[in-house]
């Protein structure tokens, strides 16, 4: 089944921040997170593995709850270029194994 | 890191018709997975390509609809056959790597920048 992102939508001013998160029905082994600006392939951002790691890249930072099946996305600071979709992905197990992708959430950053 | 390119980039097609997709990539990998994403909507799995084997699908696609070929490492194509109007999608390639030790893998996973089909 596939993971639920909240909001669905949000526009943000520069310089805002904003949490999207993504929750499963099923035990998660990772989340992926991915970002696609429009008419563009979705581009890998991070992954997060089973253990509750929080990890970073740049002013953009995620969570793992694997106890809670979910996982949030962090944008502080918000620029321009931030501007997409973004879509969480998830994996049962690890290994090679499918990625399951999120609803997806859009988010537009105004000046 | 994966490059990946995809032929064509668009298209428009005719009802009934069959386009053949194909997806190139800069270094060998396993597993190639080809994707479908509607208008406004997420990414869905169509099937899964191993070179040497049939590609596994997905609940609610059939081989006869999409086939695929894997002839080698680096290779597939997708062929959306009899298409329809409803087919009218973006259609993406991509290819997954195994990173990680042993006892931690993770996949890193790579899209190509897709094909836009229109079926009138």
């Known amino acids: 089944q596939q993971p639920v992102q909240s909001p669905q939508a949000v526009i943000l001013r520069e310089g805002e921040d904003a949490v999207i998160n993504c929750s499963s029905s099923?035990?998660?082994?990772?989340v992926h997170w991915y970002r696609q600006k429009h008419g563009e392939a979705p581009v890998f951002l991070m992954i997060?593995?089973?253990?509750?790691e929080q990890k970073g890249h740049e002013k953009i930072s995620a969570s793992f709850n694997e106890k809670k099946q979910q996982s949030s996305l962090y944008l502080t600071a918000s620029q321009l270029s931030y501007s997409g979709t973004y879509f969480c992905g998830t994996e049962n197990s690890g290994g090679y194994q499918k990625v399951t992708f999120g609803t997806g959430t859009k988010l537009q950053v105004i000046p | 890191s994966a490059v990946i390119s995809q032929k064509p980039s668009r298209d428009i097609c005719q009802r009934g018709t069959s386009l053949t997709i194909q997806c190139q990539v800069d270094s060998q990998v396993t597993m190639m997975f080809w994707y479908r994403q509607q208008p406004g909507q997420s990414l869905t799995l169509i099937a899964t390509?191993?070179?040497?084997?049939?590609?596994?699908?997905e609940s609610g696609f059939v081989i006869d609809k999409f086939p695929i070929s894997r002839p080698n490492l680096t290779f597939s194509t997708l062929t959306v056959s009899n298409m329809s109007p409803e087919d009218s999608s973006i259609y993406l390639c991509s290819v997954e790597g195994l990173a990680g030790g042993p006892d931690r893998p993770y996949n890193e996973q790579f899209f190509g920048p897709g094909t836009r089909l229109t079926v009138l």
């Open positions: 997060l593995l089973k253990g509750g």
């Open positions: 390509a191993n070179q040497g084997s049939e590609a596994t699908y």
């Open positions: 099923k035990a998660l082994y990772s």
